[in-house]
């Protein structure tokens, strides 16, 4: 093991047992280039990877110190269903099971479609397009893909709202996707705006045990 | 409404409509100018919101397009339980329920906890901490506050992957949150690295009705 790394491990030793606890300041370089008895340059590396890692905070004109761990944040990303089943290795596939155009004050296209992935459902789409704000929408069947996919390729980028939560499955969406009533689903709900006015609002619900999100943060 | 206010409302519509495609150049800034009847800076504006609200993607030497929607990401934070519980105007509980030192190959610290609100169970906290990275949390008695908070307190930053997941109460966790047996749970599953070695993981168990995870992106 090189020097710089045989320091970092100590570093990160004295971080992780709180001998250099979060906040406070470490020592400077050139007081641990000292107790180390190796060049500054050499605290330096050792140091950089620590900061890269996120737990060494460098600030100038003063000294360095352990960041805490805050509240963390990650990207969450909700990825095409069909790349999500594909992805698994099973194969795709769609069925429209809904299709109406709702007039009204607010006319909206309501679409209840069912994601397949090798011959087994996997995620119920229940959803509502805007008639006001995409009136193009009326033309498409979706009778052959998801509406997901005509959103994603036609529609400008905007707000996106996203909820996940855990439901029991009423009898109707449990029947959809072969499921006992009662059953546990995980439901990932989405809204979509252009600038202040409601493009399209979905449910994705999935059988539980077959879905998860994930996420990673640094 | 000012002049760059409506022509940057007809070139929503346009979006929305398609009659923008996405992908394709829009008219450039001088052509736009000439059929709005407006200076050049007028459009330019206009376009700036647009911009700004990443519809329309400026390019160097070239022209203005409209952007697609692409897969969405977003950030995704979870808050410290207390906070969440407070936030909500509830007030906030905390039980510890079980506490074990375990022994063998890899020593660990097992836990179970219980936050709650105005009087109702509301998460469930099993955890384990490695005792191997994190020995000091041998010592701490976790009586009196949960271990995220002294987690987030004490032990630097690091990776965290996190799970979302949706399932059925098992006995012994529907009994500790005074649900009946396979009531629907939203489920967070975390693990926590310090560089490769983990540090603790957690699954904070949730009552479908009174938990949801939300985000939101632009």
Redesign the interface.
């Known amino acids: 093991m090189a020097r710089h790394d045989e320091i970092r491990a100590e570093m990160?030793r004295r971080?992780?047992?709180?001998e250099w606890?979060?906040n406070r300041d470490i020592p400077s370089e050139v007081e641990l280039g000292v107790e180390f008895g190796v060049a500054r340059g050499t605290i330096q590396r050792a140091l950089s990877s620590l900061v890269a890692?996120?737990?060494i905070e460098r600030r100038r004109r003063a000294g360095s110190r352990?960041?805490?761990?805050?509240?963390?944040?990650?990207?969450?990303?909700?990825?095409?269903i069909r790349e999500e089943i594909e992805d698994r290795g099973f194969a795709y596939g769609y069925r429209l099971l809904d299709r109406a155009v709702v007039g009204g004050p607010v006319p909206h296209l309501r679409l209840c479609c069912l994601h397949i992935a090798d011959g087994q459902p996997f995620q119920l789409e229940r959803r509502v397009i805007s008639l006001t704000?995409?009136?193009?929408a009326e033309a498409q069947p979706f009778d052959m893909s998801g509406p997901n996919e005509w959103?994603?390729?036609?529609?400008?980028?905007?707000?996106?709202?996203?909820?996940?939560?855990?439901?029991?499955a009423d009898p109707d969406s449990a029947a959809m996707l072969a499921l006992p009533p009662?059953?546990?689903?995980?439901?990932v709900a989405r809204q979509?705006f252009?600038?202040d006015?409601p493009l399209t609002r979905v449910r994705l619900l999935?059988p539980?045990?077959s879905?998860?999100?994930?996420?990673?943060?640094?």
Chains 1, 2 share one sequence.
Do not use: D, K, W
């Open positions: 990160m971080i992780n047992a709180g606890p979060v890692q996120g737990l352990v960041v805490p761990r805050t509240a963390h944040a990650s990207r969450l990303s909700i990825p095409l704000a995409l009136p193009q959103l994603v390729r036609e529609v400008p980028a905007s707000r996106v709202t996203t909820r996940i939560s855990a439901e029991a009662g059953a546990p689903l995980l439901v979509t252009l600038a006015a999935h539980a045990e879905y998860a999100v994930t996420t990673e943060s640094f």
